[in-house]
């Protein structure tokens, strides 16, 4: 069970994994030792799965992320994750009980590199029906 203190550690790790746990001691008013203690048990449970990094694709020249919408014939759903795990252009990867049976962040160069990323990437794998992708504008949080 987590406490007030460990919402307040996970709260300032989500916004900086890098935040020193002297900083998060002060804003507790516990030692550094206590805060390391109760990291390595949210760590242990699970709670905390793992430290990463946000990279702005526009820097990395990918100008086109999109959310895509993949759908497939029932029994293929499993095959073409899989298969979409695969390609470096996808991001993230979900099943989904909505719209979609699949979603996937894309990255793509350009609109030219998105469109041949769906027809001749996504749209030709086996058992997928139906290929849906929506443009981020802009991301708000």
């Known amino acids: 069970m987590i406490d007030e203190r460990d919402k307040i550690i996970l709260d300032m790790l989500t916004k900086d994994a ?3 746990f002297t900083e998060i001691a ?11 203690k109760r990291v ?6 699970g709670v905390i799965k793992q430290y ?3 990279v702005d694709p526009a820097k990395l020249g990918y100008n086109l992320v999109s959310l895509t919408g993949v759908d497939t014939l029932p029994e293929k759903i499993f095959e073409v994750a ?3 795990k695969e390609f470096d252009f996808v991001r993230s990867l979900y099943l ?3 719209d979609h049976m699949i979603m996937a962040e894309i990255w ?7 469109s041949d990323i769906i027809s001749n990437k996504i749209g030709k794998i086996e058992g997928v029906t139906k290929v849906c992708p929506a443009i981020i504008l802009e991301k708000l949080k």
């Open 40 to 45: 390595k048990a949210l760590e242990e449970a």
């Open 52 to 54: 990463t990094v946000v």
């Open 18 to 20: 890098r935040t020193p």
């Open 26 to 36: 002060k804003v507790l008013g516990i030692s550094e030792t206590a805060v390391r």
């Open 108 to 114: 793509a160069r350009d609109g030219e590199d998105l």
């Open 82 to 84: 899989y298969k979409l």
């Open 96 to 98: 989904s009980s909505g």
